[in-house]
């Protein structure tokens, strides 16, 4: 899980390139349990690009997913906003992340990263509509208790 630094292109992210690190990154899975390995690589705002691949555990609520490891990774190299997203499964093959790793992503990369899936290159918004996020702790109304109503 090398960082790499991609010059930016001006007609959008390199999805080809996202998805060749997503398949190196397949090389770093731990998945004894499952036999499903899964590599994840995202363009990150400064160039960047960050990996990362499933990690099992025996006792398999506390998995990591390659999503959870790329976040990682951004958060231990500087941090930033993820700009394009790009999972494979064991064959290389595009790979839409879970409905957890859909949420982790969205709030490192926020309602404009483009998610490669197997539909073609989408925002987030389209991926996770209505997504919970940052935006929604931010209003000190929604932390104000209902009121009780009156008998």
Do not use: I, W
């Amino acid at each position: 899980m090398n960082e790499e630094t991609v010059e930016p292109e001006t007609a959008g992210p390199d999805f080809g390139a996202l998805r060749a690190a997503a398949r190196a990154a397949l090389a770093h899975s731990y998945s004894p349990y499952s036999g499903f390995p899964v590599g994840a690589a995202a363009l990150v705002d400064d160039g960047r690009v960050v990996s990362g691949a499933n990690v099992e555990n025996a006792s398999y609520g506390v998995t990591l997913c390659a999503e959870c490891t790329l976040v990682g990774q951004l958060r231990m190299t500087g941090g930033g906003r993820l700009v394009a997203f790009a999972c494979v499964d064991g064959a290389g093959a595009v790979l839409m992340p879970c409905g957890r790793c859909r949420q982790l992503l969205y709030e490192f990369g926020g309602p404009e990263l483009l998610v490669d899936t197997p539909r073609g290159v989408l925002p987030m918004t389209e991926v996770l509509p209505d997504a919970f996020g940052p935006h929604d702790l931010d209003d000190p109304a929604r932390r104000k208790p209902a009121e009780e109503p009156r008998p």
